[in-house]
RNA sequence: GCGGAAGUAGCUCAAUUGGUAGAGCGACAGCCUUCCAAGCUGUAGGUCGCGAGUUCGACUCUCGUCUUCCGCUCCA
């Protein structure tokens, strides 16, 4: 008889994870019936759910279980000197130039160097100079035919390709920019924010006094940024408009490298408890530093396409606080009691993509299994969330769809519902209802057949294990909460 | 952005030298069933990714475009 299809036939496993994400309503591409959008994607039922208790559980392990911790909500839309200060203007704005031959990418501010440094390892340092000069007058003109026209009279080789068969420079700007104010001629542009943090840092004070805090201490905050990725690939885990979790850690100077690795630890141990392999999970440090970064390591996952980055972990000294100070003229300075001393804290950032977190459980959790039974080989899909994240705790289904047995599973509906995210099902047969469940992640079914009606007690089937087990109704809702509530995982 | 592959129902796929789309699964409704997607009956889903062109006629040929995957590239 023909099985059922699931997203194991598939050759490529992003690929199963993605038309399993679509057909069980976790995502969607975004206004998918104009062709979709690309690298943009909206949330279903189940992945929003899972999405909000994902978010729930960082929030509560940042700001409950650290006294020292709290959270904020800053806009998208920030002043534009925001971005002038946190250096996302200047460098999220490289003018690229590609080599038709080796397909190669460079950025051209780095083209010309590497020719000026060369000029000058050879001797020749006035045309090094002369060079960068007019690099950097072309640059600040924004004139990319000119640096185009520069490249090519400089005779300079794709150091792949060996050639000088470029294309035009162009300018990728990754900040999206639009009007603030109804006249487009006298508004000032304003930028969706690339980042949360700069939110967190221009509040620094403003939470620091009002929630009274003493360094150290930690600024949290989720929300949306948005870059306009040149190449965004590898559904949802580089997207235009993403979701961040993130959170600035405010230190005495000098300090910074005991904090680092506190959260660098932290960090990690938060993932095992999540129930990641630790196999999977690896500590990347950063060769090339970030602007900003004095120290940056990355957690990283190994998805279906490679290890790659979930969260970041940067020391990112005063930097920022330091540059605000500069560009706004106002103090962002802490007067610490202990040392009775004023300065500008260094900070630990902690920062992950939520949306990151999403892909990796569903890569995670996708578990295709063989199973025999009676005989006959048979491919078992299920989704193999941690309960307490899972987008419905239970589902409560009567075994048949009559002798009273819907009526009974309704009182224990009523029951539960407040306390848990839960699923009624009475069509069709108990093994595909069961099956349907596991397919979106659902821990435990309770099912109510004939001896319920005569003794109160529900069998409770496990999602991993398949296993039953019988309960007296009045014991079920403790069991589960014990089960699925977050402190299951914190 | 470059190169490769693909796009037909929710999913997996079909449709003979171009003649106005079908199946299985799924969904829904009803019946049947005391525990792991497999019984019976019925119903609803598609301007064949989108737009042009060629043609009497295009899912089929040509061009453009969008989206996705793979590789490269990039990456705070």
Request: charged letters at 20%; proline letters at 4%; glycine letters at 6%.
């Amino acid at each position: 008889m023909a099985q059922a299809t699931t997203a194991a036939d598939h050759s490529n496993p992003l690929q199963a994870i993605i038309a399993h994400a679509k057909e069980y309503g976790f995502l969607y591409p975004s206004s998918e019936i104009y062709g979709g959008l690309q690298a943009v994607y909206d949330y279903g039922p189940y992945g929003a759910a899972l999405k909000r208790n994902l978010q729930d559980l960082w929030w509560r392990s940042m700001t409950q279980l650290h006294q020292n911790i709290v959270g904020i909500d800053a806009a998208i839309f920030m002043h534009p000197h925001t971005w002038q200060a946190s250096g996302h203007l200047d460098s999220f704005s490289d003018p690229l130039i590609d080599n038709k031959d080796s397909k190669k990418r460079y950025r051209v501010d780095a083209l010309l160097e590497a020719q000026a440094t060369a000029w000058a390892q050879q001797g020749n340092e006035e045309a090094a100079e002369d060079l960068l000069q007019t690099m950097h007058h072309l640059l600040q003109a924004q004139d990319l035919v000119g640096l185009h026209r520069l490249i090519v009279s400089t005779g300079i080789q794709c150091p792949v390709a060996k050639t000088s068969n470029w294309t035009a420079v162009r300018q990728f700007n990754l900040m999206f920019a639009t009007q603030a104010g109804a006249l487009e001629e006298k508004a000032d542009t304003i930028y969706l924010r690339p980042e949360t943090a700069q939110g967190i840092f221009v509040n620094f004070l403003n939470v620091q006094k009002t929630a009274r805090m003493k360094v150290p201490f930690g600024i949290a905050q989720i929300g949306k940024s948005f870059r306009n990725e040149i190449v965004a690939r590898q559904f949802i885990f580089r997207m235009r408009e993403f979701e961040q979790m993130e959170m600035q850690f405010f230190v005495r100077p000098g300090t910074e490298s005991y904090w680092f690795d506190y959260w660098k630890e932290q960090r990690l141990k938060w993932y095992l408890a999540l129930g990641i392999p630790s196999t999977r999970l690896s500590l990347q440090p950063h060769k090339h530093l970030a602007h900003y970064a004095q120290e940056a390591v990355d957690i990283e996952y190994a998805f279906p396409f490679g290890q790659k980055e979930v969260e970041g972990i940067h020391s990112r000294t005063d930097f920022d606080l330091r540059n605000h100070e500069t560009h706004s003229k106002k103090k962002l300075q802490y007067f610490d009691p202990e040392i009775n001393q004023n300065y500008t804290p260094y900070v630990i950032e902690t920062s992950l993509g939520c949306d990151r977190l999403v892909l990796l459980l569903l890569c995670q959790g996708l578990v295709h299994e063989t199973v025999t039974e009676s005989g006959q080989q048979k491919t078992r899909t299920y989704l193999k969330l941690p309960p307490a994240l899972a987008p419905i705790k239970v589902a409560i289904l009567p075994l048949v769809k009559k002798d009273g047995l819907p009526e009974k599973a309704q009182k224990l509906v009523a029951e539960l519902r407040l306390a848990f995210p839960l699923a009624y099902e009475e069509n069709q047969s108990i093994g595909k209802r069961y099956a349907r469940q596991d397919l979106i992640g659902t821990p435990y079914c309770i099912t109510v057949d004939h001896q319920t009606l005569t003794d109160d007690t529900v069998t409770l089937r496990e999602r991993d294990s398949m296993q039953q087990q019988r309960l007296p109704i009045g014991a079920v809702r403790n069991y589960l909460f014990e089960k699925v509530n977050l402190q299951t995982i914190l």
